[in-house]
């Protein structure tokens, strides 16, 4: 069974969260400030398999969780449940390592569709090392290794599944809905920027030189002198 984490302060918005994803078969434990996020023993001994996070926690703000966790190197995916609901927060809030965003107010049934995604991402997220062109992707660790380079860069599962689409295509350009589709199928408004985001991110990861874009095509993984 699926274990979800939930963090969220308002009571009961908190108790209907959890009586969703309880009925559609998942095992859920909820707390409601952020600083026991970030101390909780079983977060970090990696009982759960997703997590929902508020932004607007008492103890620390979820933005804070969210970039303790990465930083602890805890990949888990995480969808922000939060009524702050500007491009930019959810810009920051993917910034600092979020899979995925649902504002306030919503729809139960588009809560469950997203978690559905995240869940079904994690289980075709096999055993599985792909090498291109001196980049090694293991997706069982959620790793990507550069050729020369003892130091593995930890990938969240949104940088996962888009750089293994890059690198599956090596040399050949892949659109932005492209890369969109392959997580989580998102179609909001402006997700085209969400790209943008993750394409920052992966640069900073495996070198700036080598995702280079495309203008009016997408963007490319770079092999050997191309």
Do not use: C
Not at 13 to 25: E, H, I, K, N, P
Not at 75 to 93: C, F, H, K, Y
Not at 177 to 185: C, E, I, N, V
């Amino acid at each position: 069974m699926t274990q979800v984490l939930l963090v969220e302060d308002d009571p009961q918005l908190s108790r209907d969260v959890a009586f969703y994803l309880t009925q559609a078969g998942y095992q859920v434990e909820a707390i409601d400030r952020g600083d026991w996020a970030m101390s909780h023993p079983d977060v970090h001994n990696g009982r759960f398999d997703l997590a929902v996070l508020d932004l607007g926690l008492p103890g620390a703000p979820g933005l804070q969780v969210l970039q303790h966790w990465r930083a602890q190197g805890i990949l888990m995916p995480v969808l922000i449940l939060t009524a702050r609901n500007s491009w930019q927060e959810r810009v920051d809030g993917l910034n600092a390592g979020a899979d995925d965003y649902l504002g306030k107010p919503f729809r139960k049934e588009e809560l469950l569709a997203r978690l559905e995604a995240m869940r079904r991402r994690l289980q075709q997220d096999g055993q599985l090392r792909l090498t291109v062109d001196g980049l090694t992707l293991d997706e069982e660790r959620h790793t990507v290794l550069l050729q020369g380079s003892e130091n593995e860069q930890e990938l969240t599962a949104t940088e996962l599944s888009m750089l293994r689409l890059l690198m599956q295509k090596a040399g050949k350009p892949v659109s932005k809905q492209q890369l969109l589709d392959s997580h989580y199928g998102w179609q909001e408004e402006k997700a085209d920027n969400l790209v943008e985001v993750y394409i920052r991110r992966l640069r900073r990861k495996i070198g700036e030189q080598r995702i280079r874009t495309l203008r009016g095509q997408g963007y490319v993984l770079q092999q050997g002198d191309n």
